[in-house]
């Protein structure tokens, strides 16, 4: 299940006017504050989201202005235009389906506040649940689409059920409990081969998402073969769709090792995305295509990719995602032989990944720095960092990254002749699945 969050978007023409006066109280009240755009941010946020909000880049989420507000010391009505027209439920639906997310959670959060009933609210959860997993806000789309699944369970609206345990699967996974993600995904699954009708394409959807589990836990052919069985029922989506299709099929390609098939979709999905429009989406693929040139070799295409991906992604505030995408930089530098900056940028990726509470992230950036360690014969060092990337390998149930965890540390330990060590890191791996 691809994570396709879509940060804080630039502002369609419509907004562009709110989006500019909003920015202009923010940069106001900092300024009265006596706070650099950088302390306005906290840890939550960054410098440059903050500076595309002042300038009307960007207009900001719900929470973001909330947040924003109390560290300026005021209400968040005091940033919105009252003359704004309110949201309406056809609105929302709207930008939720042009891929709006942060406009469309919004929406649907101001129009849950007002509807009391449970018949008026069990489709703004739903649409609050997508618009949440969407934005890879995992927690909240499990909230949202737990409720709505419920409620349509007990009104016998088989369907729409359906959908909202799609979307409560999909937030599960984001929140690394690819177990529980897998079982309501096989079981939707089995469900509509049974001949429940839901969507068009939502059979395609439940076998892509499953791809995505296995491609986690790192049963690669197994998720191959989810994809294959799905390519067949994709030839009639839409770009976007089929785009996000393609950058799973480059993932799980490149897991598997065909690193060229990987660059051909990932190529091919990043082209689809950038002509709908999706530049968030196309950052992603950019950073994926960047891990699988780096595998082939092509260290100067893969830092061009790198550079790319982080600088669109740094725009949003996207912490999350910025924990990857500094990675790659970090990988980039260590296989140019840049041990330092190698160090210095999984240093700020694991960062990155801890504020935003990305473990999976923070896996990686921990692992990439015990490699620059290493490198540096800081053997000691990145004893300490293989342990905390096991320890982190074992709680997140990340099996192939585990064995992977496990097979370097075996390696330091044998080169530093600690033989019994390495034995018992070897034999843990061998029983990893």
Known sequence: MPRTKTGTRATTDQDRALAHHIGQRIRDARHRAGLTQQQLAGDRYTK?????????????????????????????????????PAW??????????QGDWEAASDGYQTLLSDATDDATRV??????????????????AVAAASEAARIYAEAGREADAALARYWLAYGLYQSDNEVDARSILAALLEQVRGGLRVEPDFEMRLLTSLAAVES????????????????GLSADLDDR?????????????REVGDYEAAIRAGTQGMALYRAAGAIFESARIENDLALAFLATGQVDRARELAADARRQIEETGDERWMAAVVDTEAQVALADGDVDRALQLAERARGYAERSGNEFGGLMAMLTEARA???????????????????????????NRLREVLREWAD?????????GAYELTSEALTVN
Do not use: K
């Not at 540096?376 to 149930?397: K, T, W």
């Open 48 to 84: 440059a989201y903050v500076s595309a909000l002042e300038t009307g880049i960007a207009r900001p989420s719900m929470v973001a202005l909330r947040y924003l507000s109390e560290r300026l010391g005021l209400p968040a009505s005091h940033f919105i235009d009252e003359g704004h």
């Open 373 to 399: 360690l290493r490198r540096a014969d800081r053997g000691a060092e990145a004893e300490v960092r293989f342990a905390e990337a096991a320890r982190i390998a074992r709680a997140s149930r990340a099996p």
């Open 123 to 140: 489709d703004l959860l739903r649409g609050l649940a997508e618009a949440s997993a969407r934005m890879d806000r995992g927690r909240e």
């Open 412 to 420: 330091l330990r044998a080169a530093t002749g600690d033989h019994r």
């Open 241 to 253: 769709r089929r785009a996000a299709f393609l950058f799973n099929l480059a993932i799980n390609y």
């Open 88 to 97: 309406t439920r056809l609105e929302v639906d709207m930008r939720l389906a």
């Open 216 to 231: 986690r836990a790192g049963q690669a052919p197994r998720a191959l073969s989810y994809l294959e069985e799905a390519r």
